[in-house]
T-cell receptor, first 108, second 112 residues
């Protein structure tokens, strides 16, 4: 069965420190993975997709099929990065499975 | 361009009542979906649609019905509300399934 695990419910870092939000997945097919973010009082929105291999707001994520991971990284965290982050897996062509989310708190 | 709209924002139901959560988008998106979010859990897919007239079940479809008669609208019906359906419901749409999903503001439903 497909599954997405985000092991940390809360991650606190200081401004300027590196940040890594972990995402592990379980899926027998070819995975397509996404990171979504929800800032305070805003709607859930796409941050990045692994198929685009892009960097958004300084964040990157690399799909590691060997470790079945799609960790989200940023070298220098900013206070405006504080938000709820969700990792999502597209499976069976049309269905999404979301992880339970990690709350990132960037302290000044 | 209103994006994805959901009504109502809040709703309280009694056990056994039925209701419809409305979702509409004005972006001509083909893919639409409904999720529920419970405390400590991620979004769970209830139903989805890849175009008008085509719907399918997600991870947690029991107790819910959907239809997609137009590209714009994707209502979610609760047939006989149960306390276990107390949740926040999100509708989302995207141009294609691998494209960015745009989410609605959510409907907070309480079933007593």
């Amino acid at each position: 069965a497909q599954r997405v695990t985000q092991p940390e419910k809360l991650l606190s870092v200081f401004k300027g420190a590196p940040v890594e939000l972990k995402c592990n997945y379980s899926y027998s097919g070819s995975p397509e993975l996404f990171w979504y973010v929800q800032y305070s009082r805003q709607r859930l929105q796409l941050l990045l997709r692994h198929i685009s291999r892009e960097s958004i707001k300084g964040f990157t994520a690399d799909l590691n099929k060997g470790e079945t991971s799609f960790h989200l990284k940023k070298p220098f965290a900013q206070e405006e990065d504080s938000a709820m982050y969700y990792c999502a897996l597209l499976y069976n062509f049309n269905k999404f499975y979301f992880g339970s989310g990690t709350k990132l708190n960037v302290k000044p | 361009n209103a994006g994805v709209t959901q009504t109502p924002k809040f709703q309280v139901l009694k056990t056994g009542q039925s209701m419809t959560l409305q979702c509409a988008q004005d972006m001509n998106h083909e893919y639409m979906s409904w999720y529920r979010q419970d405390p400590g859990m991620g979004l769970r897919l209830i139903h989805y649609s890849v175009g008008a007239g085509i719907t399918d079940q997600g991870e947690v479809p029991n107790g819910y019905n959907v239809s997609r008669s137009t590209t714009e609208d994707f209502p979610l019906r609760l047939l006989s509300a149960a306390p276990s359906q107390t949740s926040v419901y999100f509708c989302a749409s995207s141009y294609g399934v691998t494209n960015e999903q745009f989410f609605g503001p959510g409907t907070r439903l309480t079933v007593l």
